[in-house]
């Protein structure tokens, strides 16, 4: 990342004609930030890329952090004036890519290239649902009232839809599926509102630009079901970067596979309620019929709460009794819903688009119960307190995503600050079939030994049999943080690990204490960042794509090694494959994995040249195994440490400039 301000001095730069006009001593950057000075990760990584669109061929880049991959990639495409397309990991990474980083390079570089963001169908408001949902006027609480009042409000204002730009209505409010469309409900070209559809007016965007920005999902989706939009930019685009590109292989397998969720057959129910008020309303009938769907839910998901884990493979529990009589009754209900629905499709266009609903819902259900297990499939369920969803996933999506990234000849680049193994690359492009492709990994302008010291204490107890481990890590933490004052990250690996160490910190803390789950992400982050004295304890997502620069973040302590659950049916089956193939499912994949998910953990301490933190490592089998010994050394080179008083003579040398 470049620095967030230019400097005063900064003026009007000739247009760069090469990358050393962008990233050299005399180069644009140079001219308009303070104090800069070329990293050479960051443009060996825009030289990769150049080198890689002048010949249309795939490379693989392991940018480490601080690299500032995003102008890394985005400079090489906008001096080359080709149509490209920008994936990134997460919906928040690619509105920063599109609101700041793009503008600012576009600007410094004078192009004038044709820019669009796009996201999919469920991330902007639908106008007709909209209408439907105030002419039904009934909501579950006042809240849901208010929020689509407010919603009602800024659709006279908004110019784009995007959900994420309603100041009033956070994005994860739950009214939000009542107003917006999915491939399901969209009545396509049939819809009242469609000229004024903000999806449509998205992709025709998209169409027309010269750099779109993406997100995987997004990506992999419209690959999957072919569907308008993305399908038709693909063939036209020379460039395709893929950021964040570590999530990748799970984001594809997921949506080159095949799910059916309990949700959505609710959607699909109270769906019919309203199109049969709106188109049939002689018809009461059917909601009935429908709710009777809805109701028989109610056993299957009881059934499912007396199965041993949240995610199981389907041939393990479909046999039991309680199960089959369940789902067959399920099936019955939607054997007259889709009756139903049948008769009353000529009535309208919002009941016949529920009738093809019901007949896909029920044909999916039918090929997930019946369907032969076969060796590229894994059919497995997984349940929530309150819901479910039925999976096929594919045991190897690598096929499919080649088959579109040799489908014509193209730049692609996939990108991460996480994707080898120490120096090998093989787990990634093993995963998607890259076997061509060139990997390369640029070096992170950090200067680790001097920035971080890693802290690795001693005598502690087995993380898998000691079941006070939680609480002793805490106990061996504590002093770092009163040596640091808070300003801590302390990362686990499971949500129940971080309900114990909730508990046991609450009101033992002499700094604020956020914990993941009590509220917005953004929200805790920004609070956790304000606090300048806290200590945040977060799982999966705040170990990657988390940004806190600077004194309020001096810690981060990791719980233990990032092993993957080996109860999960797809990753059970994927060992097997590799046990029959005469390799270790151990050194094979969940090594590899460990190792990535751990780097990104260690990558949230050090985000910029001038900060310093302790990495506290509390795993005892990092330094008592060959395979611990391993993951340590795929880490940055940071100064080591079993000693306690190292820790706080750091924090002497290094104390926070502001003190709360």
């Known amino acids: 990342m470049q620095p967030d301000s230019p400097a005063p001095e900064a003026q009007k730069n000739p247009q760069p004609k090469t990358l050393d006009d962008v990233f050299g001593h005399s180069g644009v950057l140079a001219h308009t930030f303070a104090g800069y000075q070329p990293r050479p990760g960051q443009v060996q990584m825009a030289e990769i890329i150049r080198d890689a669109i002048t010949d249309s061929r795939t490379v693989v880049i392991e940018a480490g952090t601080g690299v500032g991959k995003t102008f890394g990639y985005l400079a090489p495409i906008l001096l080359a004036g080709r149509k490209a397309i920008v994936s990134t990991g997460t919906k928040h990474l690619q509105d920063q890519i599109f609101s700041r980083d793009l503008p600012q390079i576009k600007s410094l570089m004078g192009s004038n290239a044709r820019t669009a963001l796009l996201k999919g169908r469920a991330n902007y408001l639908?106008?007709?649902?909209?209408?439907?949902?105030?002419?039904?006027?009934?909501?579950?609480?006042?809240?849901?009232?208010?929020?689509?009042?407010?919603?009602?409000?800024?659709?006279?204002?908004?110019?784009?839809?995007?959900?994420?730009?309603?100041?009033?209505?956070?994005?994860?409010?739950?009214?939000?599926?009542?107003?917006?469309?999915?491939?399901?409900?969209?009545?396509?070209?049939?819809?009242?509102?469609?000229?004024?559809?903000?999806?449509?007016?998205?992709?025709?965007?998209?169409?027309?630009?010269?750099?779109?920005?993406?997100?995987?999902?997004?990506?992999?989706?419209?690959?999957?079901?072919?569907?308008?939009?993305?399908?038709?930019?693909?063939?036209?685009?020379?460039?395709?970067?893929?950021?964040?590109?570590?999530?990748?292989?799970?984001?594809?397998?997921?949506?080159?596979?095949?799910?059916?969720?309990?949700?959505?057959?609710?959607?699909?129910?109270?769906?019919?309620?309203?199109?049969?008020?709106?188109?049939?309303?002689?018809?009461?009938?059917?909601?009935?019929?429908?709710?009777?769907?809805?109701?028989?839910?109610?056993?299957?998901?009881?059934?499912?709460?007396?199965?041993?884990?949240?995610?199981?493979?389907?041939?393990?529990?479909?046999?039991?009794?309680?199960?089959?009589?369940?789902?067959?009754?399920?099936?019955?209900?939607?054997?007259?819903?889709?009756?139903?629905?049948?008769?009353?499709?000529?009535?309208?266009?919002?009941?016949?688009?529920?009738h093809e609903r019901a007949v896909q819902m029920r044909q999916s259900l039918t090929s997930f119960r019946t369907a032969p297990d076969t060796e590229n499939d894994v059919r497995w369920l997984e349940r929530r307190e309150k819901s479910f969803t039925l999976n096929i996933t594919p045991m190897d999506a690598g096929k499919t995503f080649s088959d579109v990234v040799e489908s014509q000849p193209r730049a692609w680049v996939f990108t991460s600050a996480t994707l080898a193994a120490g120096k090998d690359f093989s787990h990634f492009t093993r995963r998607l079939n890259l076997t061509l492709a060139?990997?390369?990994?640029?070096?992170?302008?950090?200067?680790?030994?001097?920035?971080?010291?890693?802290?690795?204490?001693?005598?502690?107890?087995?993380?898998?049999?000691?079941?006070?481990?939680?609480?002793?890590?805490?106990?061996?933490?504590?002093?770092?943080?009163?040596?640091?004052?808070?300003?801590?990250?302390?990362?686990?690996?499971?949500?129940?690990?971080?309900?114990?160490?909730?508990?046991?910190?609450?009101?033992?803390?002499?700094?604020?204490?956020?914990?993941?789950?009590?509220?917005?992400?953004?929200?805790?982050?920004?609070?956790?960042?304000?606090?300048?004295?806290?200590?945040?304890?977060?799982?999966?997502?705040?170990?990657?794509?988390?940004?806190?620069?600077?004194?309020?973040?001096?810690?981060?302590?990791?719980?233990?090694?990032?092993?993957?659950?080996?109860?999960?049916?797809?990753?059970?089956?994927?060992?097997?494959?590799?046990?029959?193939a005469g390799h270790s499912p151990f050194a094979v994949m969940a090594m590899p994995e460990a190792i990535i998910t751990f780097k990104q953990g260690v990558g949230r301490l050090i985000r910029d040249i001038t900060d310093r933190g302790v990495l506290v490592l509390a795993d005892p089998r990092l330094q008592t195994t060959g395979y611990g010994r391993q993951i340590l050394d795929a880490l940055p080179p940071m100064r080591r440490t079993q000693a306690l008083n190292e820790v706080q003579a750091f924090f002497e040398q290094h104390p926070p400039q502001t003190q709360n």
């Not at 038709?232 to 893929?242: I, K, R």
């Open 126 to 354: 639908c106008l007709h649902r909209l209408d439907r949902a105030l002419a039904e006027g009934r909501l579950q609480s006042p809240d849901w009232v208010r929020a689509l009042q407010g919603i009602k409000s800024w659709a006279t204002r908004t110019q784009d839809g995007d959900i994420a730009r309603c100041a009033t209505v956070t994005e994860e409010h739950g009214i939000w599926p009542l107003v917006t469309s999915t491939n399901e409900n969209c009545l396509g070209k049939e819809c009242p509102k469609f000229d004024d559809c903000f999806v449509v007016k998205a992709r025709e965007a998209a169409h027309e630009a010269d750099l779109v920005v993406i997100n995987h999902h997004l990506f992999c989706a419209d690959i999957a079901i072919k569907q308008n939009g993305f399908a038709q930019l693909l063939p036209e685009a020379d460039v395709v970067v893929l950021d964040e590109a570590h999530q990748l292989p799970e984001i594809a397998a997921t949506f080159f596979g095949s799910s059916l969720s309990s949700g959505q057959m609710i959607d699909l129910v109270r769906d019919t309620a309203r199109e049969q008020q709106a188109e049939a309303a002689d018809m009461s009938d059917l909601t009935i019929i429908a709710h009777a769907l809805e109701v028989a839910l109610e056993p299957c998901v009881a059934a499912l709460k007396a199965v041993r884990t949240d995610r199981i493979a389907w041939h393990e529990i479909s046999d039991e009794a309680a199960i089959k009589t369940t789902f067959d009754a399920l099936d019955e209900h939607f054997k007259a819903l889709t009756e139903g629905l049948d008769i009353a499709a000529p009535r309208g266009k919002g009941l016949a688009s529920c």
């Open 438 to 580: 060139l990997c390369q990994q640029t070096p992170s302008p950090f200067d680790y030994p001097e920035q971080a010291l890693m802290y690795l204490p001693a005598n502690l107890p087995d993380p898998k049999t000691d079941p006070d481990y939680t609480l002793k890590i805490l106990r061996l933490v504590f002093p770092v943080l009163k040596a640091s004052g808070g300003r801590a990250f302390l990362l686990f690996t499971s949500h129940r690990e971080l309900k114990k160490a909730a508990d046991i910190l609450e009101g033992k803390l002499p700094y604020p204490l956020f914990v993941q789950g009590t509220q917005a992400k953004a929200t805790l982050l920004e609070q956790f960042r304000q606090s300048g004295n806290g200590v945040l304890l977060g799982t999966q997502s705040f170990w990657e794509g988390v940004d806190v620069r600077g004194e309020a973040l001096s810690v981060v302590m990791i719980d233990r090694i990032p092993f993957a659950s080996p109860d999960d049916p797809v990753r059970r089956a994927r060992e097997a494959q590799i046990k029959e």
